[in-house]
Antibody
Framework: EVHLVESGGGLVQPGGSLRLSCAAS????????MQWVRQSPGKGLMWVSR????????AYADSVRGRFTVSRDNAKNTLYLEMNSLRDEDTAVYYC??????????????WGQGTLVTVSS | DIQMTQSPSSLSASIGDRVTITCRTS??????VNWYQQKPGKAPNLLIW???NLHSGVPSRFSGSGSGTDFTLTITSLQPEDSATYYC?????????FGQGTRLEIK
C-alpha cells in the first residue's frame, strides 16, 4: 500500500529556513516523479515543485525558485523540500505527492496528509 | 503560465442530481487535465487523470471529458459523500497549474 508521511513543518520567522521531509512506503521513490503542492489557509491548491525519479529533472514555481530546493534520498525512500528565505506568503499546508504512474510528471495519484508551515514573527 | 478557469465557483445540488463542472485552459494542453476532490481538512484525492481515466477505487458516477481547451467533470447520481471542493489541474507543462476550485454543496 502506498503511504506518504510529511514532517518538518512548524513556526518560523520571516527570512528563516525549514526542511520538509516526505517518507514514502509501498513503492520505490526512484520509480516515480514526486511533487510538492501547497495550500494557504482557506485558499486553493498551488503547485510548488517536482522531481524526477532519478533526481535529474527538477522544476519550481516562479514564486519559490531560488529559495526552495527539492531533493530525494532513494536509499531512505524520502523526498525533501529545503525552504530558505521564507516569507509570510509561504504559510501553507505542504503536501507531497507521487505521480499517477511511473512516467507521470504532473498528475498526483497519491498524497500525504500534509504538514503546516507558518511563517510569522 | 497556463491559466485554469473553473466554473462555477460553487454550486448546490440534490441527492441523485447530475452535476457538471467545467474547466477552461488558456492554452492547448492536449489531454493533460486531471481532476481532484478535496474534503475539509483532508488532502486532495485524484478522481480523473488525463481527461477521462478513472483513478483506481473512484466510483463510476465520476467521469471526465473534453478536448482542446474545454474540459468537464461530471458526477451522475450525486451522493451525500460528494460534498467537497473539486479542482482541475493541467500537467502538460510546468508550472503545473490548478483551477481555483468548485465548492459543491449537497442540499
Amino acid at each position: 500500500e502506498v503511504h506518504l508521511v510529511e514532517s518538518g513543518g512548524g513556526l518560523v520567522q520571516p527570512g528563516g529556513s525549514l526542511r520538509l521531509s516526505c517518507a514514502a512506503s509501498g513503492f520505490s521513490l526512484s520509480d516515480y516523479w514526486m511533487q510538492w503542492v501547497r495550500q494557504s489557509p482557506g485558499k486553493g491548491l498551488m503547485w510548488v515543485s517536482r522531481l524526477s525519479g532519478d533526481g535529474s529533472d527538477a522544476a519550481y514555481a516562479d514564486s519559490v525558485r531560488g529559495r526552495f530546493t527539492v531533493s530525494r534520498d532513494n536509499a531512505k525512500n524520502t523526498l525533501y523540500l529545503e525552504m530558505n528565505s521564507l516569507r509570510d506568503e509561504d504559510t501553507a499546508v505542504y503536501y507531497c505527492g507521487r505521480g499517477c504512474f511511473s512516467n507521470s510528471g504532473g498528475c498526483v495519484g497519491y498524497w500525504g496528509q500534509g504538514t503546516l508551515v507558518t511563517v510569522s514573527s | 503560465d497556463i491559466q485554469m478557469t473553473q466554473s462555477p465557483s460553487s454550486l448546490s445540488a440534490s441527492i441523485g442530481d447530475r452535476v457538471t463542472i467545467t474547466c477552461r485552459t488558456s492554452q492547448i494542453v492536449r489531454t493533460y487535465v486531471n481532476w481532484y476532490q478535496q474534503k475539509p481538512g483532508k488532502a486532495p484525492n485524484l478522481l480523473i487523470w488525463t481527461t477521462s481515466n478513472l483513478h483506481s477505487g473512484v466510483p463510476s458516477r465520476f467521469s471526465g471529458s473534453g478536448s482542446g481547451t474545454d474540459f468537464t467533470l461530471t458526477i451522475t447520481s450525486l451522493q451525500p459523500e460528494d460534498s467537497a471542493t473539486y479542482y482541475c489541474q493541467q500537467s502538460y507543462t510546468t508550472p503545473i497549474t490548478f483551477g481555483q476550485g468548485t465548492r459543491l454543496e449537497i442540499k
